[in-house]
T-cell receptor, first 114, second 115 residues
Framework: DAGVIQSPRHEVTEMGQEVTLRCKPI?????LFWYRQTMMRGLELLIY????????DSGMPEDRFSAKMPNASFSTLKIQPSEPRDSAVYFC????????????FGPGTRLTVL | SQQGEEDPQALSIQEGENATMNCSYK?????LQWYRQNSGRGLVHLIL?????REKHSGRLRVTLDTSKKSSSLLITASRAADTASYFC???????????????FGAGTRLAVHP
């Protein structure tokens, strides 16, 4: 299995631009998580899905952030408009079944907003 | 605020020494997990300990859990330079948090093992 796949791996954009991050979870996993990691705030859970349905989006910082999961093999995290404080590494993770199972993380997307 | 808090924030040791990292949390939990992150990479699961377990081993890893003190420790024995990474504890409190089936991660301990 290829593991969790994220694209792009690096993204540099200018303030005000729209940014779309993509994630392909491991086949058969029914949970998908989006995290953001910064030095200041550590690893923050933004939103998670179960069977393609958003369950908890309380970590989404602002209305500028939105996430979708149109099917079991694809999810996007969109930031519109982007701001310099959105610069971070964004991780996608997936899991099969209950929280007693491990989460598998993707390699992350390093976002820089100038 | 974060559920898990690791201590120390950074640890520097020589190869062959043992490394101990601690994690404290605030609410009752179902289980606690430890993850490792190499620089520039995603997190990798190391070990899970359930709330009714007190100690668990996996290779050179030993995890303890004290639910009365709401704390856990990760011991890496006979450390190697390849163990250099950040280590995170993550707590699952889903039964106690409205059923949300998610992990909350601590801030991590940066471990440096010198040859």
């Amino acid at each position: 299995d290829a593991g969790v796949i994220q694209s792009p791996r690096h993204e540099v954009t200018e303030m005000g631009q729209e940014v779309t991050l993509r994630c392909k979870p491991i086949s058969g996993h029914d949970y998908l998580f989006w995290y953001r990691q910064t030095m200041m705030r550590g690893l923050e859970l933004l939103i998670y899905f179960n069977n393609n349905v958003p369950i908890d989006d309380s970590g989404m910082p602002e209305d500028r952030f939105s996430a979708k999961m149109p099917n079991a093999s694809f999810s996007t995290l969109k930031i519109q408009p982007s701001e310099p404080r959105d610069s971070a590494v964004y991780f996608c993770a997936s899991r099969q079944g209950s929280s007693y199972n491990e989460q598998f993380f993707g390699p992350g997307t390093r976002l820089t907003v100038l | 605020s974060q559920q898990g808090e690791e201590d120390p924030q950074a640890l520097s040791i020589q190869e062959g020494e043992n490394a101990t990292m601690n994690c404290s949390y605030k609410t009752s939990i179902n289980n606690l997990q430890w993850y490792r992150q190499n620089s520039g990479r995603g997190l990798v699961h190391l070990i899970l300990i359930r709330s009714n377990e007190r100690e668990k081993h996996s290779g050179r890893l030993r995890v303890t859990l004290d639910t009365s003190k709401k704390s856990s420790s990760l011991l890496i024995t006979a450390s190697r330079a390849a163990d250099t990474a950040s280590y995170f504890c993550a707590t699952d409190a889903s039964v106690f948090s409205g059923g949300y089936n998610k992990l909350i991660f601590g801030a991590g301990t940066r471990l440096a093992v010198h040859p």
